[in-house]
């Protein structure tokens, strides 16, 4: 491998690290090597790659051509926590760190710190703080938690300082404080600390705790993002994109996604893909909007899921599969995502690519109807009303059809109307009707402006 990777691997991008450490770790078109993975996982990680991060949290917590080290295998962990790693939100605390060869090193690591932190030693007080909060190897207590980040943050440990402030923003453990937020966020930016430089940067933005300056927000995202933090360069590439009252500057704007896509930054990642796919700032590329998307996807973002789903079920820009479309769509909705429960939903519910299931329909239906989407109530109350596959039940029709129309839905604001015109489970109020009747026609519902017109007097 004589390349410019071999010869001065610290001059190359973190995905172009990244993507070697994955083949030496995997022994793609060279011989395995943990020990050249693991050097290439670094040198990535350092300059920010979140993926890189997790892979070296993994390896200190498995001993994986390393030496076990949970202290070292938390704070890679938390660096791509907080830069926006899927896997690091979800396996952050207890879930990360399980199993018995891990428990029993964590049960001695917890009496290592207490019996550090009683000697009034910092670090071992944050790694308390951080257990604590994040449920790692004790019961979660956040206000546990916090007492531990701020005997260590008045000792000026600059993540006590960072995660104390986190705590006082959003009432975490301790009650919701911005002005001191703000000045213990202060102290972490001062030691130069990008995590602290970060949400200095949004407590200045949103003018919470101190008065609103957009000139320090810019200036604070400027340094966190030149320490290859790669959450700072999505901030400001939104920032130069969507900011009200600023601006746009599209070059800015790609210029940092693209910093933070090459660190593997998901939304970063999603919204080039935006771009390509729209030809906004950008020539449109379906091939690149494929390629920004999968990656994100690959790393759990929903909506990059979801709009691969749709460019496989439609074919745009490349050959139809409707398989990879339930796939990426499955994917999506099984982690929450509304859009596409909704879609899975009337998918299944139409036979429309697949074979019809009215019931399989309706389980994503009302997964979407109790987070609050109008179509779904308004489908589920369309089952009930109709008998399909759920009882008859009139009464709970219209409860999920008045959810649907008070939510702005013209399906569920028409049939509240008739329901009232014909006094069908409702009393029949005319000037309901035309209330609900009138609400769908502004949403230009079709039967709705053709009933209003027929509308006596």
């Not at 909060?133 to 956040?142: E, R």
Request: proline share 3%.
């Amino acid at each position: 491998m004589a390349d410019h990777l071999s010869k001065d691997p610290k001059l190359a991008g973190p995905s172009e690290l990244f993507e070697r450490a994955e083949t030496y770790y995997l022994g793609e078109k060279v011989q395995q090597d943990l020990g050249e993975a693991l050097k290439f996982w670094r040198l990535a990680a350092d300059k920010g790659h979140l993926v890189a991060q997790s892979r070296l949290a993994q390896a200190y917590r498995d001993g994986l051509g390393l030496e076990v080290d949970l202290e070292k295998s938390f704070d890679w962990l938390i660096k791509a926590f907080l830069s926006g790693h899927n896997d690091s939100n979800i396996q952050l605390g207890q879930l990360f760190f399980q199993g018995p060869k891990v428990e029993k090193e964590l049960e001695r690591c917890l009496i290592k710190w207490r019996l550090a932190a009683e000697q009034g030693e910092a670090q071992a007080q944050y790694n308390l703080g951080r257990s604590y909060y994040f449920q790692v190897g004790v019961d979660k207590d956040q206000a546990q938690g916090v007492k531990y980040f701020r005997l260590a943050a008045d000792q000026g440990h600059p993540m006590a300082q960072f995660f104390l402030s986190e705590a006082l923003q959003n009432g975490l453990g301790a009650q919701k404080d911005l002005a001191e937020a703000f000045k213990i966020c202060n102290l972490a930016a001062d030691q130069g600390l990008a995590e602290g430089r970060l949400i200095l940067g949004q407590l200045y933005f949103y003018g919470d705790g101190v008065e609103k300056d957009l000139a320090k927000t810019v200036k604070l995202w400027r340094q966190a993002a030149e320490q290859d933090l790669a959450t700072a360069q999505l901030n400001l590439g939104t920032f130069y994109s969507f900011t009200p009252g600023m601006k746009k500057d599209p070059f800015k704007t790609l210029k940092y996604w693209r910093l933070a896509a090459d660190r593997a930054q998901p939304i970063a990642l999603f919204n080039l893909g935006v771009a390509f796919h729209d030809g906004h700032m950008v020539e449109k590329k379906i091939d690149k909007a494929l390629r920004y998307w999968r990656l994100a996807a690959d790393q759990g973002n929903l909506d990059a899921q979801f709009n691969l789903g749709t460019l496989y079920h439609s074919g745009h820009g490349l050959k139809k599969d409707q398989a990879m479309a339930l796939k990426y769509w499955h994917l999506a909705a099984d982690h929450g995502l509304v859009e596409a429960q909704v879609y899975l939903g009337q998918i299944y519910s139409t036979g429309h690519g697949v074979e019809k299931d009215l019931a399989r329909g309706l389980i994503y239906w009302r997964l979407a109807a109790d987070k609050g989407d109008s179509r779904a109530q308004f489908y589920i109350g369309q089952a009930y009303m109709l008998g399909q596959v759920l009882d008859h039940n009139p009464d709970q029709a219209i409860k999920y059809w008045f959810m649907a129309a008070e939510a702005g839905n013209p399906l569920g604001q028409y049939h509240i109307g008739v329901s009232y015109l014909k006094g069908i489970v409702l009393e029949q109020d005319l000037k309901l009707a035309f209330k609900y009747i009138s609400l769908a026609a502004q949403r230009n519902y079709p039967p709705a402006l053709e009933l209003l017109k027929k509308w006596p007097g």
